[in-house]
């Protein structure tokens, strides 16, 4: 690469951003301006990442006086080490991965899913190619968790359970504001438990808090649960109802209603690891939303917790159709497997999914897995009330405002 053209390139852009003006076009031209901007980034991302490796191995930092290559590195982009650490490992891994390596120089891949794509390619590098192609047509959030499921059978599971296990942790902290800060580091049994149990106690703290009109936020009912369960119900309250807002029982100490599990903690695991007691190419064992586990912590988690089984050798969930409007229990492990999050483009949520008949129930559409999707509560209102469409592609969804055809 010719560095004066670089050099002019960049003087181009800046001249370019001092007359830039984003009020004075309109929304459809800022738009495109985002994604040609968005473009630029990921060129300049790819550029980073090759000069750093560059950089990494001809000792220049050393010459500069730099204690390392991440330390450089942090100083040029203005970020911390540790995302220059992270940086320079992606770098390091393109060399091995030419399918990820051109796909980074034509900008069609972003830093981040490098780095998600080169961890997992290469440990498993004939999944290299499906892993950049998947990141063209996914989101972000898929294409990690099947970066999560690479790692997983290309390493030792019980292995790297163990190492999280045994560098767990809770820290704690006071901010400037005077607020204590928490940070955890879980096993994803652990950390799955722990956030049933909270999600169960914020639905029940959210419905008080309608029933008396709070505002609290979702976020802040999750925290008034986490600190309720762990004190034993004194410190969770709705204002304008303190004692229908206990988090614990009647006793004082943490509710289980009904005598059922402490927890419920869904694991999605083919029937035949789980009777063979480990996973074979092409099967998994997971915990919905958070990543792999070994199937000896699942075999454990059935003795106290809900056990969701894919049985992969029993009823065929690709053609399970219904007459009824009511999506039956192998249609729905059918459809949280095949969309962990929002179907629309670029949408990442994955809790409160709702399933949508794609062709209207009313209107003849049937109760079967091609005509139905899980949608975020926001785009399925779209779709019902303002006239967008969802419409099936070969390579997933699109979703188009009304009019649009």
């Given at each position: 690469?010719?560095?004066?053209?670089?050099?002019?390139?960049?003087?181009?852009?800046?001249?370019?951003?001092?007359?830039?003006?984003?009020?004075?076009?309109?929304?459809?031209?800022?738009?495109?301006?985002?994604?040609?901007?968005?473009?630029?980034?990921?060129?300049?991302?790819?550029?980073?990442?090759?000069?750093?490796?560059?950089?990494?191995?001809?000792?220049?930092?050393?010459?500069?006086?730099?204690r390392s290559a991440a330390a450089h590195l942090a100083e040029a982009t203005g970020s911390g080490?540790?995302?220059?650490?992270?940086?320079?490992?992606?770098?390091?891994?393109?060399?091995?991965?030419?399918?990820?390596?051109?796909?980074?120089?034509?900008?069609?891949?972003?830093?981040?899913?490098?780095?998600?794509?080169?961890?997992?390619?290469?440990?498993?590098?004939?999944?290299?190619?499906?892993?950049?192609?998947?990141?063209?047509?996914?989101?972000?959030?898929?294409?990690?968790?099947?970066?999560?499921?690479?790692?997983?059978?290309?390493?030792?599971?019980?292995?790297?359970?163990?190492?999280?296990?045994?560098?767990?942790?809770?820290?704690?902290?006071?901010?400037?504001?005077?607020?204590?800060?928490?940070?955890?580091?879980?096993?994803?049994?652990?950390?799955?438990?722990?956030?049933?149990?909270?999600?169960?106690?914020?639905?029940?703290?959210?419905?008080?808090?309608?029933?008396?009109?709070?505002?609290?936020?979702?976020?802040?009912?999750?925290?008034?649960?986490?600190?309720?369960?762990?004190?034993?119900?004194?410190?969770?309250?709705?204002?304008?109802?303190?004692?229908?807002?206990?988090?614990?029982?009647?006793?004082?100490?943490?509710?289980?209603?009904?005598?059922?599990?402490a927890a419920m903690v869904h694991v999605r695991v083919d029937h035949a690891a789980l009777r063979?007691?480990?996973?074979?190419?092409?099967?998994?064992?997971?915990?919905?939303?958070?990543?792999?586990?070994?199937?000896?912590?699942?075999?454990?988690?059935?003795?106290?917790?809900?056990?969701?089984?894919?049985?992969?050798?029993?009823?065929?969930?690709?053609?399970?159709?219904?007459?009824?409007?009511?999506?039956?229990?192998?249609?729905?492990?059918?459809?949280?497997?095949?969309?962990?999050?929002?179907?629309?483009?670029?949408?990442?949520v994955s809790e409160g999914l709702e399933i949508d008949h794609v062709r209207p129930f009313a209107?003849?559409?049937?109760?079967?897995?091609?005509?139905?999707?899980?949608?975020?509560?926001?785009?399925?209102?779209?779709?019902?009330?303002?006239?967008?469409?969802?419409?099936?592609?070969?390579?997933?969804?699109?979703?188009?405002?009304?009019?649009?055809?």
């Amino acid at each position: 690469m010719n560095l004066a053209l670089l050099e002019r390139v960049a003087g181009d852009l800046r001249t370019a951003l001092a007359d830039y003006e984003p009020e004075r076009i309109t929304g459809a031209d800022a738009a495109r301006m985002l994604q040609g901007f968005a473009e630029i980034e990921r060129l300049g991302a790819a550029g980073k990442l090759l000069s750093a490796r560059r950089v990494e191995s001809s000792n220049i930092w050393r010459q500069t006086g730099h204690r390392s290559a991440a330390a450089h590195l942090a100083e040029a982009t203005g970020s911390g080490i540790g995302p220059a650490i992270s940086a320079l490992e992606t770098a390091r891994r393109l060399g091995s991965l030419p399918a990820t390596d051109d796909a980074l120089r034509g900008g069609r891949l972003s830093e981040t899913q490098a780095k998600e794509i080169s961890g997992a390619a290469i440990l498993q590098p004939e999944t290299e190619r499906e892993l950049v192609e998947a990141a063209g047509q996914q989101s972000l959030a898929v294409l990690k968790l099947r970066c999560r499921r690479v790692k997983a059978a290309g390493a030792d599971q019980k292995a790297a359970y163990d190492r999280i296990h045994n560098s767990r942790y809770l820290r704690n902290w006071v901010d400037p504001d005077g607020a204590v800060r928490f940070d955890a580091k879980l096993t994803p049994d652990a950390g799955a438990r722990l956030l049933a149990v909270v999600k169960v106690e914020t639905a029940r703290l959210t419905t008080a808090a309608r029933r008396v009109g709070a505002d609290d936020t979702p976020t802040g009912l999750a925290a008034d649960a986490l600190v309720g369960l762990a004190t034993g119900g004194s410190a969770a309250s709705v204002p304008g109802e303190p004692g229908d807002s206990r988090i614990g029982g009647e006793d004082g100490g943490p509710s289980r209603r009904g005598g059922g599990p402490a927890a419920m903690v869904h694991v999605r695991v083919d029937h035949a690891a789980l009777r063979r007691g480990h996973v074979e190419p092409g099967e998994v064992c997971e915990i919905p939303g958070i990543g792999p586990i070994p199937v000896e912590v699942a075999r454990q988690l059935a003795t106290d917790s809900i056990l969701s089984v894919l049985l992969t050798d029993g009823v065929d969930v690709t053609s399970v159709a219904h007459v009824g409007r009511t999506i039956p229990a192998a249609l729905r492990t059918a459809l949280v497997e095949r969309d962990p999050v929002c179907v629309v483009p670029s949408c990442e949520v994955s809790e409160g999914l709702e399933i949508d008949h794609v062709r209207p129930f009313a209107e003849g559409g049937p109760t079967a897995l091609h005509n139905l999707a899980r949608l975020c509560h926001w785009h399925h209102y779209l779709k019902t009330h303002r006239g967008y469409d969802l419409v099936p592609e070969p390579d997933g969804w699109s979703f188009r405002p009304p009019g649009s055809g």
